[in-house]
């Protein structure tokens, strides 16, 4: 595959794991005594997902591929609330459909505020760490899933008496863990794209 058809491929496949991750973030994960989302391991690839596209195609394609899942996840939020409010037949049960594209306008604030930061902040930290492709890979990532969890949580759960210090703490820990895994993908990346 040539150079530009597989960065494209890179970009929509960095936008779908954004927006399935969006979908599935409400249905949420007992992991031993840790209570974290489901979308935790597929965004959490996203980070790592992110700095491959950056490693193979530079600052402004990682850029680019951020505010594109921004605005994709927007427009997803937007279209759920547009065609839930649309009438419905009498015999369909939307029930279903309610309980994925209707959520509440703090937790879709919380969502894109938190993505848009960490992205950012993962692309600013990534174009600047020097040293090895995998430590700044895995530094940007452990800067961007801070401000993620952090900003997250903050947005969409201080003030309803949820335990935002222990929500923290098991998001920190899972997501980076999984983002660690990820960085030979990387190096994988780097090296298909250079070969192309």
Same mark, same amino acid.
């Given at each position: 595959m ?6 494209a *491929?890179?970009?929509a ?5 954004? =927006?399935? &991750? ?6 949420? =994960?007992? !992991? ?6 489901g979308a935790? /391991? %597929? ?11 950056? $490693?193979?195609?530079?600052v ?10 921004? /605005?994709? +996840?927007?427009?997803?939020? !937007?279209y759920? !609330?547009?065609v839930?409010?649309? @009438?419905?037949p009498? #015999?369909?049960?939307?029930a @279903?459909y ?5 959520q *509440? ?11 848009l930061?960490?992205?950012?902040a ?5 174009e600047?760490? &020097?040293?090895? %492709?995998? #430590?700044?890979?895995a530094?940007? +990532? $452990?800067?961007?899933? $801070?401000v ?12 309803t ?5 222990? !929500?923290? $703490?098991?998001?920190?820990?899972f ?5 660690? %895994?990820l960085?030979?993908?990387?190096y ?9």
């Amino acid at each position: 595959m040539e150079r530009a058809p597989l960065l494209a *491929s890179l970009v929509a496949l960095y936008v779908a794991a954004e =927006v399935i &991750s969006n979908v599935t973030a409400g249905r949420l =994960v007992q !992991l031993g005594p840790v209570v974290v989302p489901g979308a935790i /391991f %597929l965004y959490a690839m996203t980070f790592t997902l992110r700095d491959a596209i950056h $490693a193979a195609g530079g600052v402004r394609l990682a850029k680019s591929a951020v505010w594109s899942g921004f /605005f994709a +996840n927007l427009l997803l939020a !937007l279209y759920g !609330l547009f065609v839930i409010h649309l @009438p419905a037949p009498a #015999w369909f049960d939307d029930a @279903p459909y309610r309980a994925v594209l209707v959520q *509440s306008a703090r937790v879709v604030a919380a969502s894109l505020s938190a993505y848009l930061a960490a992205q950012l902040a993962n692309t600013w930290a990534f174009e600047r760490i &020097s040293g090895a %492709l995998w #430590w700044r890979s895995a530094a940007s +990532n $452990a800067l961007a899933i $801070a401000v993620d969890t952090a900003v997250f949580i903050t947005l969409a759960f201080a003030g309803t008496g949820a335990p935002l210090l222990s !929500l923290m $703490a098991g998001q920190l820990l899972f997501k980076f863990a999984a983002s660690l %895994l990820l960085i030979p993908l990387v190096y994988g990346v780097r090296a298909r794209v250079a070969g192309a």
